[in-house]
C-alpha cells in the first residue's frame, strides 16, 4: 500500500473520531461504506467535508462533490487525493 494514502486515511480516521465522534471499526478499510457501514449521513457528511477542508488546506468545489466520490471510504480517500497532492503532505504533518 501507498505510505502517503495510509497517513491520509490515518488523518480521515482521526477526522471521523474527533470531529464527528464516530465509532469506528478497527481498521478503516476501502470497501467500507460511508453511509451504510459508517452510518455517516447527509448531515455528517458535509461536517466531514468542511473538516477536510479545514484540517488538509483543501476547497471542494460543490460541482465535484459526486455522490460516487462519497461511497466508500477508498472513494473518499481517491476524491481527496486527486483534488490535491498537497493533500497528502497535509496528512503527514
Given amino acids: 500500500m501507498n505510505n502517503a494514502r495510509e497517513q ?5 480516521a482521526e477526522l471521523m473520531r ?10 478503516l478499510e476501502d470497501t467500507l461504506r460511508i453511509n451504510e457501514d459508517l452510518r455517516i449521513d447527509s448531515i455528517s457528511l458535509l461536517q ?11 476547497r471542494v468545489p460543490e460541482e465535484e ?10 472513494s473518499l480517500l481517491d476524491f481527496i487525493g486527486r ?7 497535509a496528512a503527514r504533518s
Fill in 65 to 74: 462533490v459526486d455522490a460516487k466520490a462519497f461511497a466508500t471510504v477508498g
Fill in 48 to 58: 466531514l467535508i468542511v473538516h477536510i477542508e479545514a484540517t488538509l488546506g483543501l
Fill in 8 to 12: 491520509l486515511r490515518g488523518r480521515l
Fill in 18 to 27: 474527533e470531529k464527528l465522534e464516530l465509532r469506528l471499526p478497527q481498521a
Fill in 83 to 89: 483534488l490535491a497532492p498537497a493533500a497528502e503532505e
